[in-house]
């Protein structure tokens, strides 16, 4: 399912080149009609016969010309008429085609009636759903593609696309344009997705941090909702997780108020970190700045002042036994508590607001791509194109509540109406379409071992220096150099 992501952030919008765009194959133009110039003939035949014999000539050489004309007028008119612009193209021929389709979170019911609904309205197309391990994931995809041995159609996450420009390609203009790609999906994907000119995945999701709570403590504590900003007034972060922590008579914890402040036992901490450099107004490439270290400050001070510590188990697993108020996630989190703990009171909210109001959250979801090895990549695009329709995202969604307590939020604008009262996805729906969503490469639990990976363990690196007593700037200047490595192999300008 979408939700192990983390099992889901744009190097926002400054992207490396990437591969050249596979394209349709064009038609030739036909051969020049050879004979359309008369010959030389002898000077001293009769006036008359000469006379008769260039009329002749003339005539073919008209005959000849409109016939071109007409062939060329059927080639490029009327078959542009048949796969211009709005339409799906023709494939090339009627030869069968099997595509190999490497998923990671969904299984294969998920897509099996989809993929037959497909090939009954395509004979010529076979669909091969794979639900792939997500370990070494990255890696396989890259290896078994460069032989000739990788997937058609394959998922990746939305930080991804600088680690995978070797394989690849971007959707042709007639399968989709840009235009109809950024009125169809909501900004973070055409932020996440586009490379100079071209998009290079097709979205059949959208997910990303979210404030997940326990609404029994709250009220327990006599707070009626959660805190919607981090600084400023009664009812902020900082005094609510004050109010809901209990300790015992030795300073024990026995309730947290938030699981934040440490790296070791708080699953998504990079994604927490950069939401909140984000709103100071710091830069992932820019950790040597004062913004960067009050951001650090704000995330240690819970744990300096004791409302969560290392001595606390994993956040998650704190959260579905009761013993914390508040965490961090992607919507997808609640899928794997309410299934371990249905009883549960779960709410969702938006991540708190920063300074002067402002509101962002970091972007965590999934997307389909297309091999540039593959050898059927225009029936691979079309194949994605009525994956992401409305009438096959209901019917994946409905196939995923069959199991799992809801689907994935929709990408497309034109179904926000359809889940805005969801409670579980209505606030991240809500960031989606007013363009609060950042991308970061501090996702947890992608299972990439590149960037990602990379750039998370420097930050986890900082934090824990800081528990044992390195001050904030040297902390971070130290995870401001091995970032800057990172970003610099792979082409981040």
């Known amino acids: 399912m979408d939700d192990n992501q983390n099992g889901d952030k744009n190097q926002q919008s400054s992207n490396p080149p990437i591969g050249v765009e596979e394209v349709a194959p064009t038609v030739e ?8 110039i008369p010959p030389e003939y002898p000077t001293d035949l009769p006036p008359v016969y000469e006379e008769n014999r260039n009329q002749f000539v003339f005539i073919s050489g008209i005959v000849v010309f409109f016939i071109v004309v007409l062939f060329l007028v059927y080639w490029f008119f009327l078959r542009g008429l048949l ?7 023709k494939s090339p021929t009627n030869e069968k085609v099997t595509l190999v389709y490497w998923g ?20 010529n197309v076979t669909i091969q759903y794979e639900q792939v391990s997500p370990d070494t994931y990255r890696e396989r995809l890259l290896a078994r593609s460069k032989t000739g041995n990788g997937p058609d159609i394959f998922r990746y996450h939305n930080t991804w696309l600088p680690q995978l420009s070797e394989v690849i390609t971007a959707i042709p203009p007639e399968i989709m344009t840009n235009e109809e790609f950024e009125l169809t999906f909501y900004p973070i994907h055409a932020k996440d997705l586009k490379i100079e000119n071209s998009y290079y995945g097709i979205p059949l999701m959208v997910d990303g941090l979210v404030m997940i709570y326990n609404e029994d403590i709250l ?39 938030m699981a934040i402040g440490t790296a070791n036992n708080i699953d998504h901490f990079g994604e927490i970190f950069g939401a909140i450099l984000m709103l100071n107004g710091g830069d992932l490439k820019k950790l040597n700045e004062r913004e960067a270290v009050e951001a650090l400050q704000l995330y240690r001070k819970f744990g300096e002042e004791n409302f969560w510590n290392e001595s606390q188990s994993n956040s998650i697993s704190a959260f579905i036994q009761g013993r914390v108020a508040m965490i961090f996630g992607p919507s997808w989190q609640v899928v794997n508590i309410k299934a371990q703990n249905p009883d549960l009171n779960v709410k969702v909210a938006q991540f708190p607001r920063g300074p002067d109001d402002k509101s962002i959250s970091i972007a965590n979801y999934w997307v389909e791509g297309v091999n540039k090895f593959g050898k059927n990549q225009i029936e691979s695009w079309k194949f994605l194109k009525y994956l ?20 994935v939020a929709y990408p497309r604008r034109d179904l926000l109406e359809t889940q805005k009262d969801n409670q579980y996805l209505a606030p991240i729906l809500d960031m989606a379409q007013n363009d609060r969503l ?28 800081t528990v044992n007593g390195v001050d904030y700037g040297e902390a971070l200047n130290k995870a401001q150099q091995g970032v800057s490595q990172v970003f610099e192999r792979y082409k981040i300008k």
């Open 29 to 36: 133009s036909p051969e020049n009609v050879q004979g359309s």
């Open 83 to 89: 796969s211009g612009p709005g339409k799906e193209p």
């Open 104 to 123: 990671l979170w969904d299984e294969k019911e998920v897509f099996q009636g989809l993929i037959d609904e497909y090939q009954s309205q395509n004979p």
């Open 219 to 257: 009220r327990q504590a006599g707070k009626q909702q959660p805190p919607q900003v981090w600084v400023g007034g009664q009812d902020d972060v900082i005094n609510t997780v004050s109010a809901l922590t209990v300790r015992d008579t030795t300073g024990r914890i026995i309730t947290s108020g």
């Open 388 to 407: 992401s329709q409305k009438e096959q995202l209901t019917k994946m969604y409905e196939n995923q509540s069959k199991t799992r307590i809801f689907g």
């Open 438 to 465: 950042i991308s970061l490469p501090l996702v947890d639990r992608t299972f990439d071992k590149g960037m990602d990976d990379e750039i998370l363990q420097y930050i986890e690196n900082a934090i824990n220096d």
